[in-house]
């Protein structure tokens, strides 16, 4: 995991996991208010991650992620996700 501030003064601090379960632990730590999913993370892709997000009663995040269609297994796999 990384840490660093953009030094816009707004007070923003910005955690880089580079994994999907770092990803998670990160999220859990800190409580993010946005999450950025990459479309191919190792050890745990980005419908995993977004799952267990949601599934945090206390964690109220806005998720973005990169989206290509590339089955229609895609599509019901990102719902199941909360995406």
Same mark, same amino acid.
């Given at each position: 995991?990384?840490?660093? #501030?953009?030094? #816009?003064g707004?007070? =923003?601090?910005? $955690?880089?996991? =580079?994994?999907? *379960? +770092?990803?998670?632990?990160? +999220?859990?730590?800190?409580?993010?208010?946005?999450?950025?999913? /990459?479309?191919?993370?190792?050890?745990?892709?980005? $419908?995993?991650?977004?799952? *267990?997000? *949601?599934?945090?009663?206390?964690?109220?995040?806005?998720?973005? $992620?990169?989206?290509?269609?590339?089955?229609?297994? #895609?599509?019901? /796999? +990102?719902? *199941? +996700?909360?995406?």
């Open positions: 995991m990384e840490a660093f #501030s953009p030094g #816009s707004q007070g =923003h601090e910005v $955690y880089v996991a =580079h994994d999907g *379960r +770092a990803a998670v632990d990160t +999220a859990q730590m800190f409580h993010p208010q946005v999450v950025l999913l /990459d479309i191919g993370l190792p050890k745990m892709d980005r $419908y995993e991650v977004a799952k *267990r997000l *949601r599934e945090w009663p206390e964690m109220r995040i806005e998720l973005v $992620y990169s989206w290509r269609k590339t089955t229609s297994g #895609s599509t019901r /796999d +990102a719902r *199941r +996700a909360g995406m």
